[in-house]
T-cell receptor, first 111, second 115 residues
Framework: NAGVTQTPKFRVLKTGQSMTLLCAQD?????MYWYRQDPGMGLRLIHY???????AKGEVPDGYNVSRLKKQNFLLGLESAAPSQTSVYFC??????????FGSGTRLTVV | GNSVTQMEGPVTLSEEAFLTINCTYT??????LFWYVQYPGEGLQLLLK?????DKGSNKGFEATYRKETTSFHLEKGSVQVSDSAVYFC??????????????FGKGTKLSVKP
């Protein structure tokens, strides 16, 4: 009963490098979300998806791209990492009437 | 727009003290309300929720009542323990045309409980 799994858990990038964060859920949820958490800012929505093949922008989408080619996976990409993207990233999934389940987070540092 | 405002921390209490963390919201429509807890180094766990006015959510001794008239969802616990030390987030979600919206979070309140 894995729930929502995020990989990797930690990563250090150099400015300008690219990377992809993977989120996988095994609950057959329709909705998936990427948030970033910064001190004193709470969690802010980056992108979300309401079903396989769909994506939409959230509150802070600049510098990120996402894809949902399979229902169980939601990928977050950083094309050219910047120090401002140093953060803890959380993925979540939900299903109507069943609440939201969060992954354990990815701590990303951009130097 | 839709937003959540919660009291700023940190909040420091002695063990067995009474806890209140205030949360108010602004929403177009009728949101569902949530409290999440984040223990150090971990992800977010749902603590409790309420889906309509006057509902009371409760879990692990924590309670919160959905007050539509004051647009509030204050978190309370009668006697805190050291193990309750964590960051607490108030959040709301809305439904749009049968679809579930994303969670909108407050900035979080850090609670430290001293023995």
């Amino acid at each position: 009963n894995a729930g929502v799994t995020q990989t990797p858990k930690f990563r250090v990038l150099k400015t300008g490098q690219s990377m992809t964060l993977l989120c996988a859920q095994d609950m057959n949820h329709e909705y998936m979300y990427w948030y970033r958490q910064d001190p004193g800012m709470g969690l802010r929505l980056i992108h979300y998806s309401v079903g396989e093949g769909t994506t939409a922008k959230g509150e802070v989408p600049d510098g990120y791209n996402v894809s949902r080619l399979k229902k169980q996976n939601f990928l977050l990409g950083l094309e050219s990492a910047a120090p401002s993207q140093t953060s803890v990233y959380f993925c979540a999934s939900s299903q109507l009437g069943y609440g939201y389940t969060f992954g354990s987070g990815t701590r990303l540092t951009v130097v | 727009g839709n937003s959540v405002t919660q009291m700023e921390g940190p909040v420091t209490l002695s063990e067995e003290a009474f806890l209140t963390i205030n949360c108010t919201y602004t929403a177009t429509g009728y949101p569902s309300l949530f409290w999440y807890v984040q223990y150090p180094g971990e992800g977010l766990q749902l603590l409790l929720k309420a889906t309509k006015a006057d509902d009371k959510g409760s879990n692990k001794g924590f309670e919160a009542t959905y007050r539509k008239e004051t647009t509030s969802f204050h978190l309370e616990k009668g006697s805190v323990q050291v193990s309750d030390s964590a960051v607490y987030f108030c959040a709301l979600s809305l439904f749009y045309g049968g679809s579930q919206g994303n969670l909108i979070f407050g900035k979080g309140t850090k609670l430290s409980v001293k023995p």
